[in-house]
């Protein structure tokens, strides 16, 4: 008889049966609430981790989306240097035209610009406190790096620039910064600004920071033009 027939055999006549109960095969340690407890942990986890990089997602896009805005809005600027400006008086004499080409090729060596311009303008009361005021227009990603960059060209001219300080850009937005410097005459005041589509830097003698400030403000809302 072969093998497979004692086999058979054996299984019929000797062998106790396999006794089943009621309990369920338990394939790990852990209780079922325990392994219950763990899944909706993760599930929880896992939707606090998509809440989370949703709301991310949302402010990158909201934060893009103002930034390529205020773009649109400032990218299109134009300068002009008009007769009269804040005051003003336009100084068309052969040195004030001098002074106003050399800064403004200064300006142009250091920083690639569609337009340049720049102009003196005299304070009717006291010559003394007239303007230098030079810049230009272009597509500016980071207009706060390229009036660092004008704030550098000025250091290299005159000295460096103390005590720079952010001060209000007005309603036509980017930044302004200020400082003093010291020139032939002593020392005056330098404020400067940048949005998306112009820089310029702007000189004042005899002037405080503060003053300064309301004044480049003043003259900025009357040389700037956007289309």
């Not at 930034?67 to 002009?80: E, F, S």
Request: with cysteine; charged share 25%; glycine share 10%.
């Amino acid at each position: 008889m072969s093998d497979a027939h004692l086999t058979a055999r054996q299984l019929d006549e000797g062998s106790a049966p396999v006794e089943l109960t009621d309990e369920p095969i338990e394939l790990s340690n852990r209780a079922p609430e325990e392994a219950t407890d763990r899944t909706a942990a993760r599930a929880r986890r896992r939707r606090v981790i998509l809440v989370l990089l949703a709301v991310l997602a949302l402010a990158g896009l909201a934060a893009f989306g103002t930034w390529g805005w205020r773009i649109a809005q400032q990218k299109d600027a134009r300068l002009t240097t008009p007769d009269k400006v804040g005051g003003l008086t336009l100084d068309q004499s052969e040195r004030a035209s001098s002074t106003a080409d050399y800064l403004r090729s200064g300006l142009a060596a250091d920083i690639q610009l569609d337009s340049s311009f720049g102009a003196v303008y005299q304070d009717p009361g006291d010559t003394r406190r007239s303007v230098l005021i030079f810049g230009g227009t272009t597509l500016l990603w980071q207009p706060e790096r390229d009036l660092e960059s004008l704030f550098g060209l000025m250091a290299d001219e005159t000295g460096a620039v103390t005590g720079l300080r952010d001060v209000s850009p007005g309603r036509l937005g980017g930044v302004m910064r200020c400082g003093n410097t010291s020139g032939e005459g002593g020392d005056f005041a330098v404020c400067g600004w940048a949005d998306h589509g112009s820089v310029v830097m702007a000189m004042f003698p005899f002037r405080s920071v503060d003053e300064s400030a309301a004044l480049l403000r003043e003259i900025r809302e009357t040389i700037q033009i956007r289309d």
